[in-house]
């Protein structure tokens, strides 16, 4: 019932809605155990959007596959509403660190791939593809290639085919990363309006400070490998956020709370 | 297109050159206007005979390429196929399909069908393996991507799997091409009363050097424009994969 506004009064009566629970894991490769995440424990509540920040390597990526369903912990517990996670749910979509869009289709055909792909008419959704294209500035690319391009037009399309399945959980892991900041603005301000429209959780991987304070309710800030949750901290900005959200004096106090922890943690150091 | 004109020149070039300062009898090496005297007075011959190669070439050509891609995608959906039965082929491709020749005429005797055979069975490996590579290589990410979606896994084979195979299976067909002008001269060596590879055997037989001569620039002009065909194809076909564009 909790919509992203809810903000800080919420959170204590609310349930979770995806909750981890010490959750942990290694990967077995040639040169013996990595453990990429040692003992997550973590609840995200309904409607919310939550940002994973950390530094390179820390499990960001992993996390949200375990939570896709797309990869099994080696340890702890792993629950979306009360349910344990053990493959991709139906209302989930995810925008991968790659764009991993298909090379051979369109840029269209890329959007529409998810209805294809569970062998469903892709007809009824041409309209809503066209729309989210043109909302992302793709106007004019439908029948382009993926190779004809940018980086971050490869991105927007890849965020386009996420949205199109209108799924109540996105995951969305960097998706920004390859764009410029003025269009990484841009899209910040693009996919809050989109997923305003319907109730949704998002988790959103980020290495961007700014970006994890101007998107999210709650900020969770991760440790170097083997990596732990070291903080989550709820942003208690209004919503909608806005261009001006970025004056309010909270805002730089968050960015500025969250700097000096990685500067604590040796993440960065003068 | 000017620099192959440019280079075929200057090969000729070379040639003539070669044999007016070593002279060497004609029938160690023919000059190029010997060779073209000579394809002048038998091109009637040249030509017929170069109808049944050429039928072979492609007959050869195409039901490998109807073979084998099929069968490539049999062998990949079907995981017990794969590890019974790929295995058998692998080690069947290490045989020298030469050797089987002289057996192919026991066999079927001296007709069109052999050495259709011959071709297809040189030419068909390099289409079954190279299919088979591109239908397993595919990103592990992009097969993530698609269990992230539900997809169905007949959905992931026909739109991902074979799309994704297309660039491979092409670059097996232009390998097979070469290796099927090799089959079809093969097969008309061994078991054959007619075609250039007939012609080329009873010319060496009279010295007839300059006849072949001719011939095997016929061969290498057929096979060169069978090559460009594929590669025409591959164009319109793979247009989105990196080594078409521009
Ligand atoms: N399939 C795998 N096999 C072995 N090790 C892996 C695998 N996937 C991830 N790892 C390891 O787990 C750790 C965490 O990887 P992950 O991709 O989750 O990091 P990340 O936080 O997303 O990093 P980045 O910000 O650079 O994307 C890394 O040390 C990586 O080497
Ligand atoms: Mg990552």
């Known amino acids: 019932m909790a919509l992203p506004a809810a903000g800080r009064a919420s959170r204590d009566w609310n349930p979770a809605f995806i909750s981890l629970e010490q959750i942990g894991k290694t990967f077995a490769t040639d040169d013996g155990e990595v453990t990429a995440i040692e003992a997550a424990t973590l609840s995200i509540r309904q409607g919310e959007t939550v940002a994973l920040i950390g530094p390179s390597g820390c499990g960001k ?91 971050g037009m490869r991105q927007r399309v890849a965020l386009c085919r996420a ?66 949750i070291r903080r989550t901290i709820v942003i208690d900005l209004p919503r909608p956020r806005t261009v001006h959200t970025r004056n309010l004096p909270g805002f730089g106090d968050h960015v500025a709370e969250i700097h000096r922890l990685f500067t604590e943690l040796g993440v960065i150091h003068g | 297109m000017l620099w192959g004109v440019a280079s075929m020149l200057l090969a ?51 039901l490998s390429a109807v073979i084998a891609v099929p069968f490539g995608v049999f062998i990949v959906a079907i995981p017990v196929v794969d590890k019974l039965v790929y295995p058998i082929l692998i080690a069947f491709n290490s045989i020298p399909k030469v050797a089987l020749a002289p057996l192919f005429v ?51 084979f026909l739109r991902v799997r074979l799309p994704n195979a297309l660039p491979s299976a092409f670059a097996g067909l232009k390998v097979a091409t070469s290796l099927a002008v090799i089959g079809a001269i093969i097969g008309e060596f061994v078991a054959s009363d007619r075609g250039w590879g007939y012609m080329l055997v009873q010319a060496s037989g009279s010295l007839d050097t300059p006849l072949m001569f001719a011939v095997v620039i016929c061969l290498a002009v057929v096979a060169s424009l069978l090559f460009y065909a594929v590669d025409v194809a591959e164009r319109s076909v793979i247009s989105w994969h990196a080594s078409h564009r521009q």
């Open chain 1, 61 to 151: 990526s992993t996390l949200l596959m375990l939570m896709a369903g797309l990869l099994s912990p080696t340890t702890g517990h792993l629950t979306i509403e009360g349910q344990a996670v053990t493959s991709p749910r139906k209302d989930l979509a995810v925008v991968f660190q790659r764009d991993l869009l298909f090379d051979w289709k369109t840029v269209l055909g890329n959007v529409l791939s998810p209805f294809e792909l569970r062998g469903e008419p892709r007809s009824l959704h041409v309209q809503r593809a066209r729309e989210l294209l043109a909302h992302v500035g793709l106007q004019g690319f439908e029948d382009r290639r993926p190779y004809e391009l940018s980086g």
């Open chain 1, 163 to 228: 949205l199109i399945q209108d799924p109540s959980i996105l995951l969305l892991d960097e998706p920004f990363a390859a764009l410029d900041a003025l269009t990484r603005e841009q899209m910040q301000l693009d996919l809050q309006r989109l997923s305003a429209e319907q109730p949704r959780t998002t988790v959103l991987v980020t290495h961007d400070i700014v970006e994890a304070v101007f998107m999210s309710d709650v900020v969770v800030v991760m440790t170097a490998r083997p990596s732990r």
């Open chain 2, 12 to 62: 000729i070039g070379l040639w003539a050159l070669v044999v007016l300062t070593i002279e060497p009898p004609s029938y160690v090496l023919p000059a190029p206007w010997d060779v073209i005297l000579r394809a002048w007075k038998d091109w009637a011959l040249i030509l017929s005979q170069g109808t049944s190669t050429v039928g072979e070439i492609v007959a050869g050509l195409v």
């Open chain 2, 106 to 156: 026991v066999w079927f005797g001296y007709g069109i069908f052999p050495r259709v055979l011959i071709t297809v069975s040189i030419a068909f490996f390099p289409v079954l393996v190279s299919t088979v590579t591109g239908l397993k290589s595919v990103d592990p990410d992009i097969l993530r991507l698609a269990r992230s979606m539900r997809a169905q896994s007949r959905q992931v």
